[in-house]
């Protein structure tokens, strides 16, 4: 997977940077959501927390992902701002307890 940001643009007044980006990717999926925002994270050197991908799109018959994100200041103006769907969507889904067997 090679990540490549288009165009990064500050917004001082939502304290964030608003990210465009394009993922080349080898495999016939796209890649997970979190693998991209850990990626974008480590570009931008910051903390995956405060990265949260809002769109993606696999361009049809390539293998060429685009995007958008945002990346914030900090943890609190995130929660402020984004929406709880986008959040939800950039959290690790848990796993399934597994139960005791008697």
């Known amino acids: 997977m090679e990540l490549k940001i288009v165009s990064q643009k500050q917004n001082p007044l939502l304290k964030r940077k608003e990210?465009?980006?394009?993922?080349?990717?080898?495999?016939s999926k796209t890649p997970a959501r979190l693998d991209i925002k850990r990626?974008?994270?480590?570009?931008?050197q910051i903390s995956d927390k405060l990265v949260f991908?809002?769109?993606m799109k696999t361009m049809t018959g390539t293998n060429t992902t685009v995007g958008e994100a945002n990346?914030?200041?900090?943890?609190?103006?995130?929660?402020?701002?984004e929406p709880a769907y986008i959040?939800?969507?950039?959290?690790?889904p848990e796993k399934p307890k597994e139960e005791a067997k008697e």
């Open 53 to 55: 991908i809002k769109k």
């Open 19 to 27: 990210v465009q980006f394009t993922v080349v990717h080898t495999q």
């Open 71 to 81: 990346a914030y200041e900090s943890e609190a103006q995130a929660k402020l701002i």
């Open 39 to 44: 990626t974008i994270a480590s570009e931008l």
């Open 87 to 92: 959040m939800k969507r950039n959290v690790p």
